[in-house]
């Protein structure tokens, strides 16, 4: 069966990163089907995690999850924003996986943040990251801000996090991403284009 694991690096007790993560799981599971799926809270291993930075060794529950994370057939990742990158805690869990833990696995990214002018953070701290690792990253990243969890931003959110999980779930089955560039998410960009070239033509790209 397909194994997937779950991160929340979320360090409040309530938190917005592990119902973020939640929420990705639900809509994987949805458009996967039948698959095994793990959520990890990191901060319940928080303790573990230092230990393990400070000695180079893991405990027993650190090493479950870490051996789990490397066998998993795909990973969801959600973490919270700190000063405009990821918390160092969630690094200082990366830094106790091997390096090649990870070479060639499809990954959700999904962060959540105070305001949506960090939203990039996926795209300058998560990205990198990942592809240091070598991983597969999904196209769309998930970025859900206090405004996001609202009334005014909900609807939005569910799509992002209906695309994401729908990508992840065709690499899982190995279809690609499924992502075709004429549908209304794509417009996106023909609105950049437009700003940056005011009289051109939306199709002028050269
Ligand atoms: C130390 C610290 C630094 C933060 N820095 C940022 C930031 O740079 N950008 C941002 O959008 N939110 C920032 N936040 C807000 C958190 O990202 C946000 O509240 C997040 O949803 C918390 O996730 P949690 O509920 O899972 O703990 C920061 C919060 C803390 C505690």
Redesign the pocket.
């Known amino acids: 069966m397909t194994t997937v694991v779950a991160l929340s690096a979320?360090?409040?007790e309530t938190?917005?990163?592990?119902l973020l993560a939640d929420r990705l799981v639900e809509s994987f599971g949805r458009q996967f089907g039948d698959a095994s799926v793990e959520v990890v809270t990191l901060r319940e291993l928080a303790h573990d995690i230092v230990d393990a930075t400070l000695t180079g060794f893991a405990s027993p529950r650190l090493q479950d999850v870490l051996d789990k994370v490397t066998a998993a057939d795909g990973l969801i990742v959600a973490t919270?924003?700190?000063?405009?990158s990821f918390p160092g805690l969630f690094k200082s869990f990366i830094d106790a996986l091997d390096a090649d833990a990870v070479i060639g696995k499809p990954v959700l990214l999904g962060a959540?943040?105070?305001?949506a002018r960090?939203s990039l953070a996926i795209d300058h701290a998560l990205r990198p990251l990942f592809g240091y690792l070598q991983a597969l990253v999904v196209p769309t990243g998930v970025f859900a801000?206090t405004h996001d969890w609202g009334a005014d931003g909900a609807q939005a959110l569910e799509q992002r996090i209906d695309r994401a999980a729908g990508e992840l779930a065709s690499l899982l089955k190995g279809a690609g991403t499924g992502r075709a560039r004429d549908d209304e998410f794509d417009l996106f960009s023909d609105t950049f284009l437009s700003i940056s070239n005011p009289g051109g033509a939306a199709d002028d790209r050269s």
Do not use: E
């Not at 938190?15 to 592990?18: A, L």
């Open positions: 979320g360090l409040s938190s917005s990163t592990r919270p924003i700190y000063k405009a959540t943040g105070g305001t960090h801000s």
